[in-house]
């Protein structure tokens, strides 16, 4: 059975998607996974997590992914061997030493390459794969076809992120971020943080989606440039994406409330059983599924751009006028 893989950025999330279906959840510790510190966690937070994902008949998973400075593979490691014993599932990683360590010293543990790695070829599945990794979060620019090539010549999990947003750049790798501000800090642990940084255990501040102009020199070539950061749902593909065999169908979205993260995990969680239990012979209309998945994304493009804007406001104020939030 395809497995569902649904955010969780608090511990009230971590109980609406396994209440609605989720196979498995993911969330994020705090300084090392990408988001805001509100939608990280501590470690007491994860121990809770995984104990509701458990009792629910779920799995979960450890968010490690962003890229680390030497200095920072020894708490790494203190940190996964924290979560090892908490009983999490997995891992999910995007810098390759830091992915070659943690497999060296806890060979037993899942481990999922994230979309920031940025996987794109057969090659770089064989990598990953012979340093310790079992299943890769596919590239958004990959066709299926590309896709169907990849399951049938490797042995390794595919990962589909089904509804997030696509990326000008390659996700995980935007420098674009700090164009207002960086500014390095350190948590209550002691760990480098890089305000406009997510890379680094910082904050993405999406100034991509600010009103951009084009200009050489004096002259203006264009009075607007819009730089790619649309969603995107893969509801049409999902029967194939079954049919191919994948793994896993992925859904992002952390930082947004706790209904709509139960609403987006419901609807992927009854289209994949209607579609495993429809009679193959048989058209599967998505007709319906269409119309309830247009509701839910007006919801979720209201609290997106609402969190935009929030970010580009913040990222106008100057470094050292505010802290951790």
């Known amino acids: 059975m395809i497995e569902l893989l649904a955010p969780a950025g608090n511990v ?19 300084g090392w996974s990408r988001r805001r510190d509100a939608f990280e966690m501590d470690d007491a937070t994860v121990r809770e997590s995984i104990r509701i994902a458990h009792e629910g008949g779920a799995k979960l998973r450890v968010a490690f992914n962003t890229n680390m400075q030497s200095k920072e593979i020894p708490d790494l490691l203190r940190r996964m061997e924290t979560f090892v014993g908490y009983g999490a599932d997995g891992a999910i990683m995007t810098d390759i030493g830091a992915i070659e360590v943690v ?80 500014e390095r800090t350190t948590d209550d642990a002691g760990k480098d943080l890089f305000k406009g940084s997510p890379n680094r255990g910082g904050l993405d501040y999406r100034v991509c989606l600010e009103a951009w102009q084009l200009y050489s020199g004096d002259i203006k070539l264009e009075d607007h440039v819009a730089l790619k950061n649309d969603a995107f749902f893969l509801l049409e ?42 009679p193959k012979c048989e058209r599967f209309d998505l007709e319906p599924w269409k119309t309830r998945l247009a509701m839910i994304q007006a919801d979720r493009d209201a609290q997106r751009s609402k969190g935009t804007q929030t970010l580009l406001e913040e990222a106008r104020i100057p470094v050292g006028a505010i802290r951790s939030r």
């Not at 609605?20 to 994020?28: L, M, T």
């Not at 090539?149 to 490797?154: A, N, T, V, Y």
């Not at 930082?255 to 987006?264: D, R, T």
């Open 237 to 278: 593909d999902i029967p194939h994406l079954i049919d191919m065999g994948v793994h896993c169908l992925k859904v992002q979205g952390r930082e947004y409330a706790v209904p709509l993260v139960g609403a987006i995990v419901k609807f992927y969680r009854d289209l994949i059983d209607a579609y495993e239990t429809h």
């Open 103 to 182: 497999h060296r010293y806890f060979p037993g543990l899942t481990i999922h390459a994230s979309i920031g790695a940025n996987i794109l070829n057969n090659a770089d599945v064989a990598f990953y794969r012979e340093i310790g990794v079992s299943q890769v979060v596919a590239d958004t620019k990959l066709t299926l076809k590309e896709l169907a090539s990849r399951k049938e010549q490797l042995d390794v999990g595919i990962e589909i992120l089904i509804h997030a947003n696509y990326c000008y750049t390659y996700l995980g790798k935007c420098w674009m971020s700090p164009y207002h501000r960086l």
């Open 12 to 30: 009230a999330m971590v109980t609406e998607a396994v209440k609605n279906g989720a196979n498995a959840i993911y969330v994020g510790p705090r």
